[in-house]
């Protein structure tokens, strides 16, 4: 099946400082990424859309120049946490949507990155 | 908006047992519909999903689904759980219509007990 890959898999920062997320489809073309974030024992969190080639559609209540998405390639989005506090420590999820007219709307998920902000 | 409600949010059972996981949605159109499983410290696997035609699905491990158009229900079930199936197990829905936004329920955690 189709592979996403997230690159690093776990992070620890000091506050103040921004980290980048790259998540890569690895044998498909992704033309929609997404990025979710997962607290502790709760389900995902739609972040945004990335859509490759224009800007992120964010969700509401999610601060775009924190979270700043760049979706460059066919098989390349980054999310970027900006200027990272305590309480943006969580785990990121990527997915990726294979084009292809039978499975357009099947995600496949990175295996996500744990940012731990000190 | 869409919305996906997962009944149960801790189910323990014993191995051999039957599973069912209920999974309620709200979205008056077109959907289509997902159970992903989270195994211990991996990442998101579908296991099956519905995008039309014969409303039950079978997915992978033995596990199978029904949509039931008039009760906005996606229920998971699965005739005689294993230790293994021990996980969390998300439904998820994303509307048919090219939305493309895919809305997660809050997830059911699995325990199997050997």
């Known amino acids: 099946g189709a592979v996403v890959s997230q690159h690093p898999s776990r992070v620890i920062c000091k506050s103040g400082t921004s980290v980048k997320i790259e998540c890569r489809s690895l044998?498909?073309?992704?033309?929609?990424m997404f990025w979710y974030r997962q607290f502790p024992k709760q389900s995902l969190m739609l972040m945004a859309t990335?859509?490759?080639?224009?800007?992120?559609?964010?969700e509401q209540g999610v601060e775009k120049d924190k979270f700043l998405i760049n979706h460059a390639s066919l098989t390349l989005s980054t999310l970027t946490v900006t200027s990272a506090h305590p309480e943006d420590s969580s785990f990121y999820i990527c997915s990726a949507r294979e084009w292809s007219s039978g499975s357009a709307d099947t995600q496949y998920f990175g295996p996500g990155t744990r940012l731990t902000v000190l | 908006a869409q919305s996906v409600s997962q009944h149960n949010h801790h189910v323990i059972l014993s191995e051999a047992a039957s599973l069912e996981l209920g999974c309620n949605y709200s979205?008056?159109?077109?959907?289509?519909l997902f159970w992903y499983v989270q195994y211990p410290g991996q990442h998101l696997q579908l296991l099956l999903k519905?995008?039309?035609?014969?409303?039950l699905v079978k997915g992978i491990k033995g596990f199978e689904a029904e949509f039931i158009k008039s009760k906005f229900s996606f229920n998971l079930r699965k005739p005689s759980v294993q230790w293994s199936d021990t996980a969390e197990y998300f439904c998820?829905?994303?509307?048919?219509?090219?939305?493309?936004?895919?809305?997660f329920g809050a997830g059911t955690r699995l325990f199997v007990k050997a």
């Open positions: 519905y995008f039309s035609g014969d409303p």
């Open positions: 998820a829905v994303n509307a048919g219509t090219g939305g493309f936004k895919t809305i």
């Open positions: 990335s859509n490759e080639g224009s800007k992120a559609t964010y």
């Open positions: 979205y008056g159109g077109t959907v289509n």
């Open positions: 044998d498909f073309q992704a033309t929609t």
